[in-house]
C-alpha cells in the first residue's frame, strides 16, 4: 500500500475510534452502566472529621431528589421551581449559574421535588419530566431540541407517586416506560423524538424503576420494570425476549407495584429489589436469552429506594423496616445468603468507587465513607450534610475524584482526591 494511502487509512480509523469513544461517552443515574459503580481512581481511603474538602455549595437548584449530573466540566441538576415547574440548570465549578431550561409541569401529588436524573450523550442532555414529558436539550445552552408528552401520547398510567424514571439511551433510542394499555414501554429516536417502537402492553401502571442496558450471549437487552412485570427488550424492535410476573411476591398490605430501584445484572444473571417486605431476587437468564429462571429470593435485603450494588460477589445496600426506618445489609450473590445485616441511623442510598462504599442515609444526612467486606459493616469515616430541606433522598454522584451530594435545593461538591 503507498504510504500516503496508509497515512489516509490511518487518519480514518483514529477518527472513526475518536467518534466511538464519543459515542459511548454517556454520563447518567448510577455510573455509566447504572450499576451504582464509578469509575474512578486515586480516591481518599478515609476522610477528615469535618469530610473531605468541600469544594462547591449551592443553594438555588430547586426541589428535588434527582442526582447531579456532571459533564464536561459542568455540572447539570433538575429541580422544581417557579410554581411547580420542572427545570433543569447547569452550573460551573465556581458555581456560576450557565443556564436554566423549563421542560414541563411538575409533580402535583405527594412530594412535589424532581426525581428524573438528566441523562447526557454527545452533548445533549435527555429527561423525563415529572408528568412524563421526554425532552432532548442541548448541554452548552439548554436550548429544546424536541419535546414528546409521552405520558399522554401513548395513554400512561401513574403508580402512586408519579414518575421518578431516568431514561435509557441504546444506539438510537431514548427508553421510557409509559405503563397503560396502549403499550409498556416505547423507544423514541435520539435525534427528533420520532416513534421507533412501543412494546406490546402489559397493562397496569408504570413503576419507578430505571430500566438497564446488559449484553448477554452477545444480545443487548434492555431490563425494565413495570409495577408488575420484569421485562427483557430487544431494543432494535421492542419485541418482549422474556417477562416475570413479580405480583406474587408482593403480598404486604402497602407497596404493590412499587418497581424502586434498577436492576443489578452481573453474567447473566438480574438481581431486583424493592422494599416493603418485598423478597429480593436473583434471576438467571438462559443461554437463548428468552426465559428467566428464578434462582433464590431473600427476606432480608428489601431496599426502598436508595439502590444497591454489587461488589466481589456479594450485594450491599440498606433495607425496609418501615418508610422512615431500616438497616444496611450484605447478601452474597451466588446463595443469597444473608452475610450481614447492620443498624447504622437510618436506611438510604448507596454507590461504590475506587473499591470504597459511599452510603448516604436518608434522615439525617450522615454520609459514610465503608470498606466493602462480606463479614461487617466496616464504617471508615463519616461526616454530615448541612442544609437543605426534606429527607436525604438524591443518590451520591461521583466523578472527575469529586463527591457530588444534594439535599433538596442545595448542592454540595467535595474534593475525593487522595
Known amino acids: 500500500m503507498h504510504k500516503t494511502t496508509k497515512n489516509i487509512a490511518l487518519l480514518l480509523a483514529l477518527i472513526l475510534i475518536s467518534f466511538s469513544g464519543i459515542a459511548q461517552d454517556i454520563a447518567q443515574f448510577r455510573g455509566s452502566e447504572r450499576q451504582g459503580i464509578y469509575n474512578e481512581s486515586g480516591l481518599l481511603k478515609t476522610w477528615p472529621d469535618n469530610g473531605p474538602e468541600l469544594i462547591l455549595s449551592l443553594n438555588n437548584c430547586g426541589n428535588g431528589y434527582s442526582s447531579p449530573i456532571f459533564y464536561d466540566h459542568k455540572i447539570f441538576i433538575t429541580g422544581v421551581k417557579y410554581d411547580s415547574l420542572n427545570v433543569c440548570t447547569a452550573f460551573d465549578l465556581d458555581g456560576n449559574q450557565l443556564w436554566e431550561t423549563s421542560y414541563g409541569p411538575g409533580w402535583f401529588k405527594s412530594f412535589p421535588e424532581a426525581r428524573s436524573t438528566p441523562t ?5 442532555i435527555y429527561l423525563a419530566s415529572d ?3 421526554i425532552v432532548a436539550m442541548q448541554a452548552s445552552d439548554g436550548k429544546i431540541l424536541w ?15 408519579g414518575i421518578a424514571e431516568s431514561v435509557l439511551l441504546t444506539e438510537n433510542a431514548v427508553i421510557y416506560t409509559t405503563g397503560g394499555k396502549t403499550t409498556s414501554v416505547i423507544a423514541l429516536n435520539k435525534k427528533d423524538g420520532s416513534l421507533l417502537w412501543q412494546t406490546k402492553s402489559y397493562g397496569g401502571e408504570r413503576s419507578y424503576a ?3 442496558l446488559i449484553n448477554w450471549k452477545g444480545k443487548e437487552t434492555i431490563i425494565a420494570q413495570t409495577a408488575q412485570y420484569l421485562l427483557g427488550i430487544d431494543p432494535s424492535n421492542g419485541s418482549i425476549r422474556w417477562d416475570y410476573d413479580l405480583f406474587q411476591f408482593h403480598t404486604g398490605r402497602i407497596g404493590k407495584g412499587n418497581q424502586s430501584n434498577n436492576a443489578i445484572y452481573s453474567e447473566g444473571k438480574i438481581f431486583i429489589n424493592s422494599g416493603y417486605d418485598h423478597p429480593g431476587l436473583l434471576f438467571a437468564i438462559n443461554e437463548n436469552n428468552d426465559a428467566l429462571e428464578l434462582l433464590w429470593k431473600n427476606d432480608t435485603l428489601d431496599t426502598h429506594h436508595g439502590g444497591c450494588v454489587l461488589i466481589d460477589g456479594n450485594i450491599y445496600g440498606s433495607n425496609w423496616l418501615a418508610n422512615s426506618k431500616g438497616n444496611w445489609a450484605s447478601l452474597n450473590w451466588e446463595t443469597g445468603k444473608v452475610s ?7 436506611k438510604g442510598s448507596i454507590v461504590s468507587a475506587d473499591n470504597m462504599l459511599y452510603l448516604f442515609e436518608e434522615k439525617s444526612g450522615t454520609v459514610a465513607l465503608v470498606v466493602p467486606d462480606p463479614k461487617e459493616l466496616k464504617i471508615v469515616s463519616t461526616f454530615k450534610f448541612e442544609g437543605g430541606s426534606g429527607p436525604y433522598w438524591a443518590h451520591p454522584y461521583i466523578a472527575d475524584q469529586k463527591l457530588f451530594l444534594r439535599h433538596g435545593e442545595d448542592l454540595k461538591v467535595y474534593n475525593l482526591k487522595s
Open 147 to 161: 419535546s414528546v408528552n409521552a405520558h399522554e401520547k401513548f395513554k400512561g398510567e401513574y403508580h402512586r407517586f
Open 340 to 346: 450481614w445485616e447492620t443498624p447504622w441511623i437510618n
Open 210 to 212: 430505571s430500566s438497564v
Open 131 to 133: 408528568l412524563g414529558r
Open 120 to 124: 447526557i450523550e454527545n452533548g445533549v
